[in-house]
């Protein structure tokens, strides 16, 4: 059955319910494309055991016509999210053994509907990065390559196994978590689509924290169509996690009517970075011309406190993860290294289990959150990210949606910008900002660079108005008309 | 802001994370270069902008103050690197 995995979910689903193939042959291909893409090292576990077992049960409620909203369709996890009974690494050292007795409510959402788990993704260690090398596991490739080139670029962090799999066929679509970009990111730096719902949207219970007021869970997938469909499922109320949205979520599939005539599409100025490629600006230029082609007008916006995001940024995740990494201590689970003292046990423990990015970002943490310097770093932060969300309250006056390209360059080979933080922090820039406001995004390949890599367009939107960010996201899709394919992968 | 050995071996501490005498100084410049680069934000006038505490401006869900179905110990200790008689052990804090 070659090409089932290169159905999109949506065709899968279709296929499942008119039985025009099993869920057990699709999890078959399935397991056979993740296989066949081990190379990129984007999974961390997998499970061919249970998406068999899974499918198996999905072919019976199909057989009887009670197929559920995503009854046999493979996904990937991104290894953040707590599975019971299946190992959970955060891809870190600390988490050695890790094996929740719990299950967390997104991906318990996805198996009440029926999805079938394929593994668990690679990561960058907590979910602090952009490149997906910062793992206990090693790195992530991206199964992309420069044209005639064979040099291994990185897939975009921190949901970079997730964005790599689901590029090369190895799975349907796949769970992501953002914090300032890490499923958009991926998402452009591998061709695929990848949405980060408001802030709320989703249930954060059973994620492995890394900072908690900016953390949301979302899907990513080969089409809008196909993230619409993984977030309704994902999306809800959960009384485990007091920050998520007691408010109703809308059928996001039928959100996409192909119609943007009259709607105002926001260009915000200050995105027009130094630096930004010749190639990035053609491609923004592009995204406006296809809008205006469907008959939504563009407008240009304002977001003055821009640029001060991404410092903003690099003081609020920090001092949240200090906060939350405080918990992995070699007491209750994971590693362990014995000390002389139960301090020096603690010290050793954290030492060895923690990689060089997560220590660096624990210790500016524990720095600007420590006596004396609260205010001058952390309160001065949460005071810079009222003025951004001020900024975007007062684009939304103006315009129903923003367009901006997703990332400032193409993906980087893997080994570049290791040495220098800054560096790499810059990858975010035009992510963090609204990460920083809670709001929806989504990014889509909307073309190729000079040298053959996919580039991605991001649509941010207002708090919980996800369907007009996808209204318009899958018209831009039309218009693009990506079809480009990365050149490894487990599809063909 | 330009840290020194001894500020960033007294933030180990407190983060509880060992980090060897010799590579206190590569740590002290790294962060420095951090925090040099945060500066930027003094350039913002943030007098009488609060800070900000929840993004959404939500108010937080109430509930009964009841217990609601702790997990069982065996679960809870599941995962201990090490565990004697149903506790978690950890190196003597007392002499």
């Known amino acids: ?492 | 802001m330009s840290l020194d050995k001894a500020t960033v071996a007294k933030i180990a501490r407190l983060a509880r994370i060992k980090v060897p005498d010799e590579d206190l100084d590569a740590l002290a410049g790294e962060l420095s270069r951090i925090l040099d680069w945060i500066e930027q934000l003094n350039e913002v006038d943030t007098r009488d902008v609060p800070p900000m505490t929840h993004v959404a401006a939500m108010k937080l869900k109430w509930r009964q103050d009841e217990v609601t179905g702790a997990p069982p110990r065996d679960d809870l200790i599941a995962n201990a690197p090490e565990e004697r008689d149903g506790f978690f052990c950890v190196p003597k804090v007392l002499e």
């Open chain 1, 1 to 492: 059955m070659t090409g089932l995995a290169d159905l999109t979910l949506a065709e899968a689903r279709d296929g499942l319910r008119s039985r025009d193939f099993s869920a057990l042959e699709l999890a078959e291909a399935e397991i056979g494309a993740v296989e066949a893409a081990r190379g990129l090292n984007a999974f961390i576990t997998e499970t061919p055991e249970r998406a068999l077992a899974q499918a198996k049960r999905s072919d019976a409620r199909l057989a009887k016509g009670e197929g559920l909203a995503l009854d046999g369709l493979p996904l990937a996890i991104k290894d953040l999210f707590c599975t019971e009974g299946t190992l959970t690494t955060a891809a870190s050292h600390i988490l050695d053994g890790f094996t929740p007795r719990y299950e967390s409510t997104v991906t318990a959402k996805l198996w009440a509907a029926g999805a079938v788990m394929l593994g668990k993704t690679n990561l960058d260690e907590f979910a602090m990065g952009s490149s997906s090398t910062q793992s206990h596991y090693g790195p992530v490739e991206n199964p992309w390559r420069q044209a005639g080139e064979d040099r291994p670029l990185v897939p975009g962090g921190s949901s970079g196994g997730s964005a790599a799999a689901v590029a090369a066929r190895a799975g349907l679509g796949a769970t992501g978590t953002d914090t300032g970009g890490s499923i958009r990111q991926p998402a452009s730096f591998c061709g695929v689509v990848g949405m980060k719902p408001t802030y709320g949207r989703c249930s954060r219970f059973g994620i492995v924290a890394f900072a908690s007021s900016l953390d949301q869970a979302g899907p990513l997938a080969r089409t809008v169509r196909d993230c619409a469909i993984l977030l309704g499922v994902m999306a809800g109320y959960d009384p485990r996690d007091s920050t998520s949205a007691d408010i109703e979520v809308p059928d996001f599939e039928a959100a996409l009517s192909g119609d943007v005539r009259g709607l105002k599409v926001g260009i915000p100025k200050e995105y027009r970075i130094d630096g930004m490629g010749e190639e990035i600006e053609k491609l923004w230029r592009h995204g406006i011309d296809w809008l205006e082609g469907a008959g939504a007008e563009t407008v240009e916006i304002s977001l003055p406190h821009t640029r001060y995001a991404l410092p903003c940024y690099y003081i609020l995740a920090p001092a949240e993860a200090s906060a939350n990494l405080a918990r992995y201590d070699g007491v209750r689970y994971g590693l362990r290294v014995p000390g002389d003292s139960i301090d020096g046990m603690y010290e050793n423990t954290r030492a060895e289990g923690f990689g060089q990015e997560v220590k660096r970002r624990v210790l500016i943490g524990t720095y600007v959150l420590s006596a004396g310097y609260y205010d001058a770093y952390y309160l001065k932060a949460q005071r810079i990210r009222t003025l951004i969300s001020r900024d975007f309250t007062a684009a939304f006056e103006e315009a129903d949606v923003i367009l901006t390209p997703t990332t400032p360059s193409a993906a980087f080979a893997i080994g570049e910008k290791m040495d220098d933080p800054i560096a790499m922090y810059l990858n975010d820039v035009f992510t963090v900002p609204a990460s920083l406001a809670g709001l929806p995004g989504i990014s889509l390949p909307a073309g190729l660079s000079a040298t053959g890599l996919p580039l991605g367009l991001q649509l941010i939107g207002r708090a919980f108005d996800e369907e007009t960010v996808l209204r318009t996201a899958g018209v831009l899709e039309d218009a693009a008309a990506f079809d480009a394919r990365p050149g490894r992968g487990g599809g063909e």
